[in-house]
């Protein structure tokens, strides 16, 4: 499956937006999709999944974020709210069969990534 994350920019604290990822390929229904992000000089970090069990967010932006999907479009949303200077990154989208995970290495398939910068 091909990943195609888009949305990001450049954003002042307490904005929001939405970032989007479309997949194409095998049945979209059947992956879980997850989304990361890694700010400069830092290390991926979890953002939060959504797959057959539900949808789970990282502490740092739970309340914040929200994640949907439309199968009918194969397109999975991650709607940020209220966002600060920290959650500034390269925010990615991933998939893997059916199940979501807080481990980025346990997806299969990544998306090339959109900057997300929040000013202060």
């Known amino acids: 499956v091909q990943l195609q994350a888009c949305g990001g920019g450049l954003v002042q604290a307490g904005d929001s937006l939405r970032l989007s990822c479309q997949a194409s390929?095998?049945?979209?229904?059947?992956?879980?999709l997850g989304w990361f992000r890694q700010a400069s000089g830092k290390e991926r970090e979890f953002v939060g999944a959504?797959?057959?069990?539900?949808?789970i967010y990282a502490d740092s932006v739970k309340g914040r974020f929200t994640i949907s999907r439309d199968n009918a479009e194969n397109t999975v949303y991650l709607q940020m709210n209220s966002l600060k200077p920290e959650d500034t990154a390269v925010y990615y989208c991933?998939?893997?069969?059916?199940?979501?995970?807080?481990?980025?290495?346990?997806?299969?398939?990544w998306g090339q990534g959109t900057q997300v910068t929040v000013s202060s």
């Open positions: 991933a998939a893997r069969d059916l199940w979501y995970s807080r481990n980025g290495r346990d997806y299969a398939y």
């Open positions: 959504i797959g057959w069990s539900g949808i």
């Open positions: 390929g095998r049945t979209f229904r059947n992956y879980a």
